[in-house]
Every structure is written in structure tokens, then in C-alpha cells.
């Protein structure tokens, strides 16, 4: 059963940083668009970062360009998300996702359809 488990959240000043780590089991990570959305409260879930299949050309949001940086090692079979700079609007919960199909854009958002269960971001002012 393909998953994948997020891991690394927590609760942090502005200003600061976390590292989150997403486990994949079943898929090779490096063969597929990955990324990382987030979803705060009454909002809908937003695109973060993409990364694209074998290699490490990246797509960010405008929000996160310069501040996050998405990543992956193929032989953990892992991707990582590096946030630094965090501030306050940064504060959801943020979600690994997998593209099932090979090739294509992914930037596209709408083609994520593999998802983890999400792990807290709290960012105070």
C-alpha cells in the first residue's frame, strides 16, 4: 500500500525554521512530481513547493520563493521541505503529495491525488 508519512512539524517563533521530512513507501519519489501544500484554518489547501521527477528543478509559491526549499533523497526514498525566515501566515497544517502519473507539470496542482495525513506548522508572532 503506497504511503506517504509527514514528520517534522511543530511550533516555532518568526523568524525561525523547521525541517519537514515526508516518507514514501511503495513509489520511487524520484520517478514522480512531489510537493508540499498547506492548509490553514477556513482556508483552502494552497501548492508550496514542487519538485520535478529526476532531478531537482523546483516550483515555489510566490509566498515561500526565497524562504522554503523543497528537496528529496532518492535513496531514503524522502522528500524534505527546509522553511526558514517562518512567519505567521505560515501557521497550517502542511501535506506531502504525489502526481500517480509519470511526466508532465508539477506545478499543476490539480494533479496531486496521493496525500499523507499532514503534520502542524505553528508559527507565533
Known amino acids: 500500500q503506497v504511503q506517504l508519512v509527514e514528520s517534522g512539524g511543530g511550533s516555532v517563533q518568526a523568524g525561525g525554521s523547521l525541517r519537514l521530512s515526508c516518507a514514501a513507501s511503495e513509489f520511487n519519489i524520484g520517478s514522480r512530481c512531489m510537493a508540499w501544500f498547506r492548509q490553514a484554518p477556513g482556508t483552502e489547501r494552497e501548492g508550496v513547493a514542487a519538485?520535478?521527477?529526476?532531478?531537482?528543478?523546483?516550483h515555489y509559491a510566490d509566498s515561500v520563493e526565497g524562504r522554503f526549499t523543497i528537496s528529496r533523497d532518492t535513496a531514503e526514498n524522502t522528500l524534505y521541505l527546509q522553511m526558514n525566515d517562518l512567519k505567521p501566515e505560515d501557521t497550517g497544517a502542511y501535506y506531502c503529495?504525489?502526481?500517480?502519473?509519470?511526466?508532465?507539470?508539477?506545478?499543476?496542482?490539480?494533479?496531486?491525488?496521493?496525500w499523507g495525513q499532514g503534520t502542524q506548522v505553528t508559527v507565533s508572532s
Open positions: 503529495a504525489m502526481v500517480l502519473q509519470y511526466g508532465g507539470y508539477c506545478y499543476d496542482w490539480g494533479r496531486y491525488s496521493l
Open positions: 519538485i520535478y521527477y529526476g532531478g531537482s528543478s523546483a
